[in-house]
């Protein structure tokens, strides 16, 4: 089956720990995404890449730091500096159309 | 930059009813997509209904049509014949023509159909 996947499902760190969530597509998208979700709100772009070896900052991109070195995978690092980690984490995908496919999302907790 | 609002935050409608959640975006672009996305509790992310501001012609899909106004920069989303299954967040979100696909979502609308 085509489609995104995200890896685990939910993820407790301890704080001061850096934590990479996977996220993995088989859709032959170019373009991935992550986002943050906190309780009760939307979306918020983390980072973006458009093509492999490339990749841009979103509007909350301080604390997070991302590679691209295959197609069909775009990890998403949370590292110590990131103030308030702990939140829901959403990878999406899209292609030659500019819908987004999301994938079903990290739940991080850090204590 | 855009900005997308979503006035409601909560609510409810019977099953069978119909119902129509709002939606407002700020912009000074002419060309961009709209969309309406739904997060059930799996908190999956769907698509529902997309539109091109450049069609005229309002979108539907199946039980679910949107009313765009482009003057007014309102799209709002119309449920028909709500099932039990439509209870779910509802986001709506804006992208740019030509801008990297990057999606600005709306902070959402709780609905919940009540049998």
């Known amino acids: 089956d085509g489609g995104i996947t995200q890896s685990p499902k939910y993820l407790f760190r301890k704080e001061g720990q850096n934590v990479t969530l996977s996220c993995e597509q088989n859709?032959?998208?170019?373009?991935m995404y992550w986002y943050r979700q906190d309780p009760g709100q939307g979306l918020r772009l983390i980072y973006y890449s458009q093509i492999v070896n490339d990749f841009q900052k979103g509007d909350i991109a301080e604390g997070y730091s991302v590679s691209r070195e295959k197609k069909e995978s775009f990890p998403l690092t949370v590292t110590s500096a990131q103030k308030n980690p702990t939140a829901f984490y959403l990878c999406a995908s899209s292609g030659i159309t500019y819908e987004q496919y999301f994938g079903p999302g990290t739940r991080l907790t850090v204590t | 930059a855009q900005t997308v609002t979503q006035s409601q935050p909560e609510m409810s409608v019977q099953e069978a009813e119909t119902v129509t959640l709002s939606c407002t975006y700020d912009t000074s672009e002419n060309n961009y997509y709209l969309f309406w996305y739904k997060q059930p509790p799996s908190r999956q992310m769907i698509l529902v209904i997309r539109?091109?501001?450049?069609?005229?012609q309002n979108a539907t899909e199946n039980r679910f049509s949107v009313n765009f106004q482009k003057a007014a920069k309102s799209f709002s989303l119309k449920i028909s014949d709500s099932q039990l299954g439509d209870t779910a967040m509802y986001f709506c979100a804006f992208m740019k023509d030509n801008a990297g696909n990057m999606l600005t979502f709306g902070g959402g609308t709780r609905l919940m159909v009540k049998p």
């Open positions: 859709l032959n998208h170019d373009a």
């Open positions: 539109q091109e501001a450049y069609k005229q």
